[in-house]
């Protein structure tokens, strides 16, 4: 069940702001309300950590700002107090709270992001982690779902890697790894979705592709990855699978098992193939 925090996820931080703002004036209204039985200012918060954790750290500060004056006045309406002076210490403490919030959520957030950015992302190429293509890919099974789509996946392993470590040592292996990485960016399409799932293992996501279009695709992958390893005298091959889902898989771990199954099918054989697979 979809929470109130994953459906504003998909949602623009304008609309975020003007939600948060009338759940401000809701507050402010149920508060003169109850002033006489209960104090729910403190609810406040709710609001400006919304608006600071999907917007900006100016929007919430100019959220906690609004919220201040509005709740003062709210107060000046429900509790009829004559001392100017303890409407200002009352709207700068509320001031002073939300601020606080608003700060150690936007820096929160902040911090979340670059580590979750960090985990989504291979360190060494620069492609999307195995975490974030299985997010890829169970996106891709839901549209399945809903629209019917086919796509494809296309598993791929470097033949002889470990001779290359082992011969030309590790900062080539890496090299290589990297340029791999950057013959398949390069020669797939922008809509396509390329990891790293392990150490010479690739995958890449063709989403709304059906047999003939991935194998168009990875052909023409391959023959770049190729003609950029003779280029540079690396002596490997590559064991790729190509799985079409004409069927929508159990899973995203079904999908990639598939795959992978097909690819070591290759591999466990000649080597330096394309094997190819419609579920």
């Known amino acids: 069940m979809k929470t109130l925090l994953s459906c504003l996820d998909k949602k623009r931080p304008v609309f975020v702001w003007w939600l948060s703002v009338l759940v401000v004036l809701v ?20 609001p400006v950590l919304l608006v600071s954790w999907y917007g900006s750290n100016k929007a919430g500060s100019s959220l906690a700002m609004l919220s201040a004056l509005l709740i003062t006045v709210a107060r000046v309406v429900a509790v009829h107090n004559n001392e100017a002076i303890y409407y ?3 709207f700068l403490g509320t001031l002073g709270t939300l ?9 929160f957030r902040k911090v979340h992001r670059v580590e979750s950015d960090a985990a989504d992302t291979d360190t060494l190429t620069g492609l999307h982690s195995q975490r974030s293509f299985y997010t890829y890919v169970e996106r891709e099974i839901n549209r399945s779902k809903r629209y019917g789509h086919r796509f494809s996946i296309a598993y791929i392993d470097v033949d002889n890697f470990k001779y290359v470590n082992d011969t030309l040592g590790h900062d080539s292996g890496d090299k290589l790894l990297i340029e791999l990485s950057k013959c398949l960016i390069f020669s797939l399409r922008a809509t396509d979705v390329v990891a790293r799932i392990g150490g010479d293992e690739f995958v890449c996501l063709f989403p709304e592709t059906g047999a003939t279009e991935a194998k168009e695709a990875i052909l023409k992958a391959e023959k770049a990855l190729k003609h950029s390893m003779q280029n540079r005298s690396w002596p490997v091959s590559f064991s790729v699978g190509v799985v079409t889902f004409e ?9 990639i098992k598939i795959a992978d199954e097909l690819m070591y099918s290759v591999k466990n054989c000649n080597k330096d193939n394309i094997a190819y697979k419609i579920c």
Do not use: G, R
């Open 27 to 46: 507050i402010c209204y149920i508060f003169i309300l109850a002033e006489k039985y209960m104090d729910i200012s403190i609810l406040l918060v709710i």
């Open 88 to 90: 200002l210490y009352s």
């Open 99 to 107: 601020l606080l919030v608003a700060i150690i959520v936007t820096n």
């Open 247 to 255: 069927k929508v898989p159990k899973d995203v771990h079904k999908a």
